[in-house]
Nanobody
């Protein structure tokens, strides 16, 4: 059974940094998967893609986080990370890690496996 579990997010002031992690069990990115990603959903808004890592293609970032966020994977321990630097109040949202989609793009409905989410709050 595939399970994704995000770490505790937290609260920071604008300009600060946080690192999210997502432990993946029952699933091995390098051997079986096509892609993994981080998505977020702010209150009253649609879920949106933040960063995606696609096998044999590399990483992709939404324009709003490019240059500030970095997605990475440690296959040895089955963990996906999202390093978030220079955080802004508009980054405040519930963040979710997701895995596996037939088409690895920003359409969150394509992803098969999801974590329960972790709250990130950035104050000005």
């Amino acid at each position: 059974q595939v399970q994704l579990q995000e770490s505790w997010g937290g609260s920071v002031q604008s300009g600060g940094s946080l690192r999210l992690s997502c432990v993946v069990s029952g699933y091995t990115y390098s051997r079986y998967s096509h892609c993994m990603g981080w998505f977020r959903q702010a209150t009253g808004k649609e879920r949106e893609g933040v960063a995606i890592i696609v096998r044999d293609q590399g990483t992709h970032y939404d324009e709003s986080v490019k240059g500030r966020f970095t997605i990475s994977i440690d296959n040895a321990i089955g963990t996906v990370y999202l390093q978030m630097n220079r955080l802004k109040p508009e980054d405040t949202a519930m963040y979710y890690c997701a895995a596996e989609a037939e088409v690895c793009d920003w359409n969150w409905t394509r992803y098969q496996y999801w974590g329960q989410g972790t709250q990130v709050t950035v104050s000005s």
